[in-house]
């Protein structure tokens, strides 16, 4: 006889009813037992606060009151809390008034880091705890981190690194109305070859000036020797650099440039001129670059002269790199690093329109940096270890010992 299928989908939903079921009084259990303990442990801390931490306190039990509080196994209605009669006594369990213990604010700030909006965030805690969280209500809970990122803007810097990037990113942000603002970053690169999101600066538009109030802020929170400084085309911002760091090299982003040269041509053009310019900056040394670069002049001067003479200008800061350790020159001749930590936070926000205030952008992105760098800590750049005795020698030679 032939098993009826229609059977045996009722066989299987009646199974994960009846798992379903079990799970459930499995729960009701765990909670029945931390509820258990938790008022057992009250009631002994009570007695221990007036017998042991403060006899010459006179007062009388008072029964208790019931309260809830939402943990990590669920919701525990009610929770019978013992008082005294002057009130003397409060439980260290969990602060007065408190809803939930603290599972719940770190869950939701690791969500929230993870990338699930406020709105999403409401919707899920509704589901675990069978209340509404608005997303108003999230945003508050996530503004724990807010002291935290006021700690971040502050924190010490070190004296020394080998390598800065520096770039920006825009975004969605309403102040009067809805506009793109730029959300200045600055990555550091110690000499031992750890990378470090240093500062990132919400508001307006980039600028050479707004670099040069972050360099100076930099600059006054410890990172005050740096090698090489890393960063594309903007007009002014190597000057404000060298306002600051005077003996710091400038690194031109190659790829932003030739991602910029690529515009200027014909899309029929785009590949020869991709393989000439290639051969400018892949290379081991000035003199082969001089020699790529005098073969692509001689072949698009003709039809393209203002793009030869950019490259001309430009040159010397485009190849700064090859003045550095061999390494770690992959490293450094772009800046593929900070965009790489752009698309990061990209990720991060794709969901959201725009940000309602500074504040929020501060939030989401310092915990994203605050991931970054626990990850960064403990893994070195390529190339950065077997060239650390001539990257230390470039320090001594500038700044001294």
Known sequence: MRPNKNSEKILTLSHIVDEWSIEKQLDGMIRSFVKEKLETLMKEEMENFFTQEHPELKSSKNGSYPRRLDTKYGRI?????????ENYFHTQLFQPYKRQDD?????????????MSTRDLGKFIETILGDHYSAGTISKVTEVVREDVEAFQKHPLKKRYA??????????????????????VAIGITPEGYREILGFYVGGQESSLGWKDILIDLYNRGMQEVLLAV????????????EIYPKA???????????????????????????????????DSKEQAQEAFQAFEKNWQKLH????????????ALL??????????????????????????????????????????????????????????????????????????????????
């Open 305 to 316: 002269p203002s793009l030869v003479e950019s490259w001309r200008k430009d040159l010397p």
């Open 103 to 115: 599972w719940l604010g770190s869950a939701i700030i690791t969500l929230y880091q993870k990338g």
């Open 249 to 283: 090299n400038v690194q031109r982003c190659v790829l932003h440039k030739v991602r910029h040269s690529m515009h200027k041509v014909r899309q029929s053009e785009r590949q020869a001129l991709a393989v000439d310019l290639r051969r400018i900056y892949r290379v």
């Open 231 to 242: 960063f594309d085309g903007l007009p002014g911002l190597t000057e404000s650099l060298k």
């Open 320 to 401: 700064t790199f090859l003045n550095y350790p061999k390494d770690i020159r992959a490293s450094i001749y772009t800046s593929n690093i900070i965009e790489s930590t752009h698309n990061v936070f990209k990720q991060r926000v794709k969901t959201i329109r725009s940000f309602p205030e500074e504040q929020a952008v501060e939030k989401v992105f310092y915990l994203v940096a605050k991931g970054l760098n626990q990850k960064w800590e403990r893994v070195k750049m390529p190339g950065f270890v077997s060239a650390q005795s001539e990257i230390q020698k470039m320090f001594e030679k500038r700044y001294g010992i």
């Open 77 to 85: 209605d009610p929770l019978s809390v013992p008082r005294d009669r």
């Open 163 to 184: 390598v800065v990037f520096l770039d920006g990113t825009y975004l969605k942000l309403r102040r009067d109305h809805v506009a793109s603002e730029v959300v200045y």
